[in-house]
């Protein structure tokens, strides 16, 4: 098993579970809250069904990996956008029902 976003082999039981090194794990963290995000938020994101906002993340993860944060946040923001999007559509419908 290798870290989702450096590839370098995981060896510690917990960073296999989340797919994930600790040092990449507490990069992506601060990124992520740096757009006003959880790491939690990023996975109900990303497992909504929603397949823009699963390929925004996707595309932030890419970005991510070949160390491009300001693509990874122009994405991350763009997937974030599509969500609340979704959302403000669901309670729209609600309302109107
Ligand atoms: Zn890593």
Do not use: H
């Not at 823009?52 to 932030?60: C, E, F, P, S, Y």
């Not at 559509?89 to 309302?95: G, I, K």
């Amino acid at each position: 098993m290798r870290c989702q976003i450096c590839k370098r082999q995981l060896t510690a039981v917990e960073s296999i579970a989340q797919g994930i090194g600790p040092e990449c794990a507490a990069n992506y963290a601060s990124f992520v809250s740096g757009c006003g995000l959880t790491v939690g938020e990023i996975g109900v994101m990303a497992l909504s069904g929603n397949a823009t906002v699963a390929r925004q993340i996707a595309l932030t993860n890419s970005a991510l990996r070949a160390v491009n944060r300001r693509d990874a946040t122009y994405f991350l923001n763009r997937a974030k956008d599509e969500y609340a999007q979704k959302d403000f559509t669901l309670e729209t419908l609600a309302e109107a029902a």
